[in-house]
């Protein structure tokens, strides 16, 4: 079973809009990570957010993270056509075995 | 570095038979996991290894197997395939540590006919 819910499952923007995606899990966790996944291709780690961070940057990446909510955001601002991929979160508490959410699917026209 | 090599890319079985799969993952990395991802079930976590030892398992038949050799590379051998066993099979490589941050391989494409 998946422990994290993503929200919306699919976004449709313009290059230059920002695009924002939910996660919810379920468990307590260690930290969060956002990757994303290109057409069929393996995940590239995108952002991590230690449970006692509540917001962190890198470059147009914008992740917030609410423990007691048990939830996260992922915004990505001034879109670009090459954005256009799945964006899953994942949650893990200490060694646990990391799990992956459903996905949110970008898809950014240019 | 080289990043995470998984071979085969491709592969086509069917019913019945038995299929392994190889990862090699980034030198250094010491954790090695693997994924099932279909688009009906998404990404689905299979097993972990850490220095040879199985330290988490998913929700998987035991037909599921694999194994960590002593350099770090790893197999996953599924036994009597199934239809549903065609699914993109991921691999990833970490440190190991808290937290860590995983690595994918461009992942192995199984399709049992």
């Known amino acids: 079973s998946q422990q994290g819910e993503e929200d919306p499952q699919a976004l449709s923007i313009q290059e230059g809009e920002n695009a924002t995606m939910n996660c919810s899990y379920k468990?307590?966790?260690?930290?969060l990570q956002w990757y994303r996944q290109n057409s069929g291709r393996g995940l590239v780690h995108l952002i991590l957010i230690r449970s006692n961070e509540r917001e962190k940057h890198s470059g147009r990446l914008r992740v917030t993270l609410d423990t007691s909510k048990k939830s996260s955001s992922l915004l990505i601002t001034a879109s670009r056509a090459a954005d256009t991929a799945s964006y899953f979160c994942?949650?893990?508490?200490?060694?646990?075995?990391?799990?992956f959410g459903t996905g949110t699917r970008l898809q950014v026209f240019p | 570095k080289a990043g995470v090599t998984q071979t085969p890319r491709y592969l086509i079985k069917t019913r019945g038979q038995q299929v392994t799969l190889s990862c090699s993952p980034i030198?250094?990395?010491?954790?090695v996991s693997w994924y099932q991802q279909t688009p009906g079930q998404g990404l689905q976590f299979l097993f972990e290894?850490?220095?040879?030892?199985?330290?988490n398992k998913g929700n998987f038949p035991g037909r599921f197997s694999g194994r960590q050799f002593s350099n770090s590379r790893s197999e996953m051998n599924v036994s009597t395939l199934e239809l549903g066993d065609s699914a993109l099979y991921l691999c990833a490589s970490s440190l190991g540590g808290v937290p860590d941050t995983q690595y994918f391989g461009p992942g192995t494409r199984l399709t049992v006919l």
């Open positions: 994942a949650s893990r508490f200490n060694t646990d075995k990391l799990i």
């Open positions: 468990t307590s966790i260690n930290n």
């Open positions: 030198s250094g990395h010491r954790s």
């Open positions: 290894y850490f220095s040879e030892t199985q330290r």
